[in-house]
């Protein structure tokens, strides 16, 4: 049996969990989600957990089981606590500020790049070389930081450009070998 797929998903206080057929439905502090479940996987309310059910052995079934539990737990843990990806700008000019909800990103174009926060998206500017994507939808906060990064994907050479925070860019040497330790 699937080791994710097997688990429980308790229901936190304050997180209310609407089922309709194989329509989902969270809400909780942060919001509300929705989302339909696969046709094949059943989803079982009991005292206070929800657990997922397959109908086989199969492979598909097995894959659709985690699939659907870890799906139904994000929505869970986005209702209650949300999600948060972080960026860092590197280079020289390149920051970010807010102008009103509006991210306004200096990018080393010739004009500056404006992104609107879709519904249930916040911004907020750390510094202005250091901003965060919130909200309860961990799917959406991803998505929306990957659009962000992709304005200015980090470049090998010097390093320039919107990265995660926490990842690694491979630098490369470039044609006189200064950064590699070439000789």
Request: glycine letters at 12%.
């Amino acid at each position: 049996m699937s080791r994710i797929g097997r688990l429980p998903i308790p229901i936190p206080d304050g997180v209310e969990v609407t089922l309709d057929g194989q329509h989902l439905s969270v809400t909780g502090p942060l919001g509300t989600l929705e989302r339909d479940v696969h046709p094949e996987m059943a989803v079982v309310r009991e005292d206070g957990l929800l657990r997922i059910v397959r109908p086989s052995d199969e492979p598909r079934h097995r894959a659709l089981h985690g699939l659907t539990r870890s799906l139904v737990a994000n929505m869970v843990t986005g209702v209650t606590a949300g999600f948060t990806k972080v960026l860092e700008i590197s280079g020289v000019g390149y920051r970010a500020q807010l102008q009103g909800e509006t991210l306004v990103l200096a990018l080393g174009f010739s004009h500056p790049v404006e992104i609107p926060p879709p519904e249930g998206i916040r911004f907020s500017i750390e510094t202005p070389t250091r901003l965060s994507v919130s909200g309860a939808d961990r799917e959406l906060v991803g998505q929306v930081a990957a659009a962000i990064r992709a304005k200015r994907k980090p470049e090998p050479y010097k390093g320039k450009g919107i990265r995660y925070a926490g990842e690694q860019i491979r630098r490369k040497a470039g044609k006189t070998g200064k950064v590699g330790g070439a000789a």
